[in-house]
C-alpha cells in the first residue's frame, strides 16, 4: 500500500484548502495512491501522530467544492521551525514512524518558505539515510514573496480584496467635501506585494489609493507630509496604502512606537501599527481630519471576494506537487511560470525546494516609481490578470458555505 | 413644471444608492415629474444651489442597475445640522429659493435621524409659511437606530459583511492549537445592533463570535476577563466581539483611554480603540496572544458583500417616499413594517418624520442575555432574514463595476 500524507503550515490564505483539493483530485484521478491522511497542525500532526482521514472526511464532490472556496487551513496550521536533523535526530525519527506505521509512501507539504525549509530538511534526512519517501511542498502565500514562482497562491485573492476594498473605501470617503486622509495599512513585513495591490483599484477608471508606499523603499515621514500636502491640494479626500512593514532610511520600523516588541517562533517581530503612527503625524503636522485603517486579518480570510484565478491556480498547483510525487519526485516545490501578461498564461512547473526555503522575493525597485509614493506599468501589468475571475461559492442561510474537516 | 429634488446625507451605507434608485424609478413610472435634481453633499447642495441634473446623468437602465450596486452616497453628503428657522431663517429662504429656481416642488430627503430633523423642520417651515412644497424622508443607516421602522436600509448589508467576516476569522484564528484572543470592535455609538449581528455566524453550525458585548449593557472588566477566561478552558481560539460605544456602569466609555477626544459637528463623541484597550487588558490579566481587529469603514461600504433582501428594501423605500410626495403626502418618512419572520414579510407605510428626528432606537435589554455576553434567540429570529440573498452585482477587470455621477 502507497498511502499518502498531507499538510498546511503558516498564516492562513484563501486559497490553501484549493490546493489541498488540488491534492485530494489528483490522488483520485491517479490511481495510486490508497488512502490519503492529512496531519494536523502541520508538520507537528505528523510528528505526533495526529492524523485525519481524508478519504472518510471529504467523501464527495460537493464536499470537495466546498472545501475548495472555504478559507483558511482546514487542517489546522503551525509555525513549528524544524531544527537540522543532526541537531535533534529525534523529531525526524518520530515522522518516520508516523509514516512507517501509516505505510505513507508520499508527503505534501502546503505552505510558505518555513513550509519549504521543513520540505528541504525533511528531504535531505531521507536522502541521507536512504530513506524511500517523496516529499513535495506545494507553495501558500498571501505575501507573495516565495522564489522561483511568478507568484503565490493566496495572494490573488488577497490582492482582489484589497482592491475591491480600496475603490469601496475611496466611494466612502471621498463623500464629505471636506479634507481627509485615509491610511490603509496592509500585510507584509519585507515585500510590498500586497501593498500594491491598492493601485488595482483603478482598473475601472478610480483612483485607487492616491499614494502607495512599499515597505521596499526608505519611507521619510518629512516627504510623506509633502506627498500628502500636495494631494491635499488637489482633492479633499485622500487615501493612503502603505505597508505594514515600511521603515526609515535607518531600517527602524514606522510601527515602532506602538509596536508591542513580541516576536513570533520564527523571529519575526510582530508588527502592528504603522497607520496608526502616520495618523498621528498627519494630525500633528497637517491638523486635517485623519483615519487608519487596518485590513488586518480580513485581507487573508475574505473568501467571499476570492479569484477564481488564484482559486484554480492553487488547485492545479496542488496537482501538481503530487503529480510530481507519484512520479518519484522529491525536494520539489510546485511553482507558476507566466508566459504572457496579454493574454494571461502560465504553466505549471516544479523548482528545486531548497532555492526557495529561507528566500524572499522583494518587489523590484524598478516596479516602484522614482517619488516612492506610486508603482510603475510593468507592477500594474504584473498584477491585473491575478484578481480576474469571480468563484462559485456557495451561500447558504445568507453567509458563505463552508466545510469543516473537525 | 414641478421638478424633483433629491439628496443624500450622513454616514455612507452600500444601500443608499438603491434607495436613490427607487427614487428615480418612482419618478420615470409615474410621469407626474418632469426633471430630477440631485443635491451636491446632500443639504448644502439645496443651500447652495450646487445641483445635478439627473435625468441627464443617469440615463439607461444599466446605470440605473450598477448605481444601485455602487456603495456610499453617489451626489455626496454632508454633516450639516439645520438650526431652527425662528434662529437663522437665512439658511431655509436660499432653499426656497434653490426650489423656485428650479420649479422644485418635491424633495426627497435620503439620510439617518439627523437627516430626518432636516426634513421635520423644513416641512414645517414650509407649513408655517403657506408654502406649497412636500418634503419627505427616506431612511438609511447603518447603525439601524431609527425609530418607527423595523429596521434600516444599509443594515441588513452591513450585517451580512460582519456575519460573512466573522465566520471567515473564525476559521482564521482556529488554525493554531495555541490560546489566542481575537477582538473585534463593530460600529455604534450607542445602538449595538451591528455587533449581534456578529451571532449571525453561526447559522449554518459555526460558534461565530463565542462573546459578544452590546453598547446598550454596561460593560465591567472583570466580568469580561473571567468571560474569556471560561471560554479559554473550551476552546483555544476565541472570538469576540464588542460595540465601539462600550461603556462600564459609569457611562464612560471602555475606548476612552485611546480616542482622540474630537468631537463631530453634532457633538457626537469621536470613539475608536475599545478593541485596543481590551487586547491590552487580555495581555496584562491572562497574558496570551491577542489581537485586536476594527471592522472600521469597511462594514459600511462592502457592496460586493450587499443583502440583496436589503438592497430591494432600500429601493422600495425610495419609491414609496416618491409616491408619497406626489400623492401630496409632507412630513413623512418611508418605513418598514414586519408582518411575520417565517416566512419574512414585510409592507412599507410612511409615518411620521418628527417622531424619526432625534431619537435611537438601541437593542431591547430583553434581546441581550442575562450574562451580558450574548444576544437571545429572538434576535437572531429579527437578524436572519435581513442578510438573506445575494446581489447581481457585476465585475470589470476583477473589481466590482460602480456607477459615479460626478
Known amino acids: ?64 467544492d466546498t472545501l475548495t472556496y472555504t478559507p483558511s487551513s482546514a487542517l489546522g496550521s503551525c509555525r513549528f521551525k524544524m531544527k537540522d536533523w543532526r541537531e535533534d535526530e529525534e523529531t525526524y525519527k518520530k515522522i518516520i514512524d508516523t509514516f512507517k506505521k501509516h505505510d505513507i509512501k508520499y508527503f505534501i507539504y502546503i505552505g510558505g518558505n518555513d513550509s519549504m525549509d521543513t520540505v528541504d530538511k525533511l528531504s535531505e ?85 492616491d499614494l502607495i508606499y512599499l515597505c521596499e523603499k526608505d519611507f521619510d515621514n518629512d516627504r510623506f507630509i509633502q506627498d500628502v500636502k500636495d494631494m491635499l491640494a488637489k482633492k479633499p479626500g485622500v487615501l493612503v496604502a502603505i505597508s505594514e512593514g515600511i521603515k526609515d532610511s535607518t531600517g527602524a520600523y514606522v510601527s515602532d512606537q506602538t509596536s508591542s516588541g513580541a516576536v513570533d517562533n520564527f523571529g519575526h517581530k510582530y508588527i502592528a501599527g504603522a497607520a496608526r503612527a502616520l495618523e498621528q503625524l498627519v494630525r500633528d503636522k497637517i491638523g486635517c ?24 491556480e492553487s488547485l492545479m498547483l496542488g496537482q501538481k506537487a503530487f503529480n510530481g510525487a507519484v512520479n518519484g519526485e522529491t525536494a520539489k516545490m510546485s511553482a507558476i511560470k507566466r ?16 532555492e526557495v526555503a529561507n528566500h524572499e522575493k522583494v518587489v523590484p525597485m524598478g516596479w516602484i516609481t522614482p517619488e516612492g509614493n506610486d508603482v510603475t506599468d510593468e507592477m500594474m501589468a504584473y498584477l491585473k490578470p491575478l484578481i480576474l475571475g469571480e468563484t462559485n461559492l456557495k451561500y447558504e442561510n445568507g453567509i458563505p458555505k463552508q466545510y469543516r474537516l473537525y
Chains 1, 2 share one sequence.
Open 1 to 64: 500500500m502507497n498511502n499518502l500524507l498531507v499538510a498546511q503550515s503558516g498564516g492562513p490564505t484563501v486559497a490553501i484548502n484549493a490546493t489541498l483539493v488540488g491534492v485530494l483530485q489528483g490522488v483520485r484521478a491517479s490511481g495510486k495512491v490508497d488512502k490519503v491522511f492529512g496531519a494536523k497542525n502541520g508538520i507537528e500532526g505528523a510528528i505526533n501522530d495526529n492524523l485525519l482521514d481524508l478519504n472518510e472526511l471529504v467523501r464527495d464532490t460537493q464536499a470537495l
Open 125 to 209: 534526512y531521507c536522502k541521507v539515510n536512504n530513506l524511500d519517501y517523496y516529499i513535495m511542498g506545494a507553495p501558500k502565500t498571501v505575501d507573495n514573496d516565495l522564489n522561483l514562482t511568478d507568484h503565490c497562491p493566496g495572494f490573488g485573492s488577497a490582492a482582489k480584496y484589497i482592491a475591491t476594498t480600496i475603490s469601496e473605501l475611496e466611494r466612502d470617503i471621498n463623500v464629505y467635501d471636506v479634507p481627509a486622509v485615509t491610511i490603509v495599512e496592509i500585510m507584509g513585513r519585507n515585500a510590498g506585494w500586497l501593498t500594491a495591490a491598492a493601485a488595482l483599484a483603478r482598473v475601472n477608471g478610480g483612483s485607487g489609493a
Open 339 to 354: 508566459l504572457s501578461n496579454d493574454p494571461y498564461r502560465v504553466e505549471f512547473i516544479l523548482v528545486p525546494v531548497s
Open 289 to 312: 481630519k485623519v483615519r487608519a485603517v487596518e485590513l488586518n486579518l480580513m485581507q487573508r480570510s475574505a473568501a467571499h471576494i476570492a479569484s477564481e484565478t488564484d482559486i484554480m
